[in-house]
């Protein structure tokens, strides 16, 4: 009796690897759809719609693009965490969603351990950008200042815990400086203020900024990610600037519920990366000041584990995280 069990449950076995391989085979047999965890018109929103036109194509099915604003992309990624496991419901993962892990506790899933890695698809750039009134024309300026003059300096930011927030306070902690955070309710109003000179200085995506940047109203010092933005090719890294390991870019990718089967992950990875090879995609990317990113499951997981370590040091500089 024993016997025929396990060859019961051998069998069984056996027939869920046949199958697994067939039904990525035949993957996708119907609409998928995408959920993004912003309103439309977000950087995320456009990342995905672009997307998902192309990958239309190239999967012969219609990738549906759903939004489920709320909680910097939680709630969506809560909804996406507890679909089922079948490639049909797909997120846009992005840095927001490991700065929520790091700052807030019982989300009700973990990014990290729910959802498989398929691929990286775009970056939005961010630079550090200073008033003009602030005498300085690079980096190490910059620090000298802060440091001659301790909690004089302030930074915008587009809200507590939010990026660009995170972004100045591992500036300080990388830097061994400290400059005052002030928290905004959106992009618009803190660059308004940044303008007006009634704060120094902000991490902003760079296509917020740099139109203020060419007109001379704005002074851009340094790019916040691992290489120079196409958007502004002359700007140095922060690396490049004299502050190591800043990576602060904006990034957003393509995951899955834990547990897809892997034949599907990697027919959506090769998918992603066709996308994004497109002319359609690259000409539509670059008009909204995207950098593509690419690459499969391995390197977006490198990608998780590097920035969650970069934002638990900034959220317990900023007094966030214990």
Known sequence: ??????????????????????????????????????????AADITARVLATRMS?????QVVVENKPGAGSSLAADYASHAAK?????????????????ITQNLGFDFVKDFSPIALITTAPVILVVHPSLEVNNVQELIALARKKPGELNYA????????????????????????????????????????????????????VIPHVKAGKLKALASAASKRPSIAPDLPTMA???????????????????????????????????????????????????????GGPQEMARTITNDTARWTIAAQAAGLKK
């Open 157 to 208: 930011s587009t809200g507590v815990g939010a990026a660009p927030h995170l972004a100045g306070e591992l500036f300080n902690a990388r830097a061994g400086i400290k400059t005052v955070h002030v928290p905004y309710q959106g992009s618009p109003q803190a660059v308004t203020d940044l303008l007006a000179g009634r704060v120094s200085m902000m991490f902003s995506p760079a296509s917020a």
């Open 86 to 102: 079948d490639g049909y419901t797909l997120l846009i993962g992005t840095s927001a969603n490991l700065t929520n892990a790091v």
């Open 57 to 61: 194509q190239i999967l012969g099915q």
């Open 240 to 294: 490049e600037a004299g502050v190591p390991d800043f990576d602060t870019s904006i990034w957003f990718g393509l995951v899955a519920p834990v547990g897809t089967p892997q034949p599907i992950i990697e027919k959506l990875a090769a998918a992603v990366n066709a996308a994004l090879k497109s002319d359609e995609a690259k000409a539509s990317y670059a008009a909204q000041g995207f950098d593509l990113l690419g």
């Open 1 to 42: 009796m024993i016997m025929l069990s396990r060859l019961a449950a051998l069998t069984i076995a056996a027939l869920c690897l046949a199958v697994a391989p067939a039904a990525a085979q035949d993957y996708p047999t119907r609409p998928v759809r995408v959920l993004v965890g912003f309103t439309p018109g977000a």
